[in-house]
């Protein structure tokens, strides 16, 4: 049933190009997105003022991508908050506030109490959720579902790219139903969005390096996660998976924020993993990431870098160097987390843990 993988996470990841396609599957007739059945009217879409995400742990994470692609697509402001902390301050919501709740499973405690809240004081709901029926999207005022099939691995993968993908769509229809984009540029955003689940796919030839690579890292006291732009959710992801999988302290930082503290924990040999932007999309975000990279190598740090094939400039400075195809800057995340769930799979089986049944952990999170 594992589909001759060692581990169900495993068939997951590999699923991935399948589960984003039929995430944007049916969201693009006669030259219009279409984000759900109709409860959400592009009135509706065209009144909204301000945009909340809400969600936990990794769809937190698909969140934090979500505003770079939101806020430049549409100029609407754009606060993503962890579902926990956003019931229990006092947000400013009022009927021109879209909150985006984003939740795998639909049954997170803290995400529906997050919804409960924002209905409380008239903001519009919109689910993005891969379970049908469940309590999230019934109490919304409308769903979007990732329909990336059921995830048996506790650990997110195809579900957290399904969300990064919706976060997209909610992007495209709401600058499309506000003008910022024409209807050919919000034409052409959903011809790149279709054309990822094939890099995807492109992403997963990396697995058996990074396979390896992770079988080499399974003995490190700790890994930090370095990234900028869209790259530095992806950072704080890896991190993520990393802790609750392999049960190592694992960091992810803005890379722009070594200077300010970080940099201190870098000792010789640390393993070190950088997402590089784009050397053309991002090229000063590039420029800056290389002196990064120089300056934690130059401290004893083991540097694993992801970057766009083809980069040559980061290769003096990668230790290991895996190779990601050359996407739009904001689809980056799609194929640069797959490498980074690689990794902290085969980390947490070369130290003899079960990768689909972390300890502590449960699929569903329905206790605050
Ligand atoms: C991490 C993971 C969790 C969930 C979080 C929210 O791999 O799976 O961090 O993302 O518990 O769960 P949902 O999306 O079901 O609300």
Redesign the pocket.
Known sequence: EKGGHDYFMLKEIDEQPEALANTLRGHFDRGRIILDEQRLSDQDLRDVDKVFVV???????SGLIAKYAIEHWTRLPVEVEL?SEFRYRDPVLDRDTLVVA???????A??LEAVRHARAQKARVLAI???NGAQ?PRESDAVLYTHAGPEV?????K??LA?VAANYLVGLALAQARGTKYPDEVAREFAELEAMPAAVQKALSTVEQVRELGRKLADAKALLFLGRHVGFPVAL?GA??LK?LAYMHAEGFAAGELKHGPIALIEEGLPVVVVMPSPKGRAVLHAKMVSNISEIQARGARTIVIAEEGDDTVRPYADELVEIPAVPTLLQPLVSSVPLQVLAAEIARARGYDVDKPRN?????TVE
């Open positions: 969600a936990c742990g990794t769809a937190y994470h579902a984003i939740s795998q499973s639909g049954e997170t803290d995400t959720c891969n379970t999230i691995g506790v650990a997110a993968t579900t957290f969300q992801e993520l998976k609750e952990l449960a699929k569903s999170v």
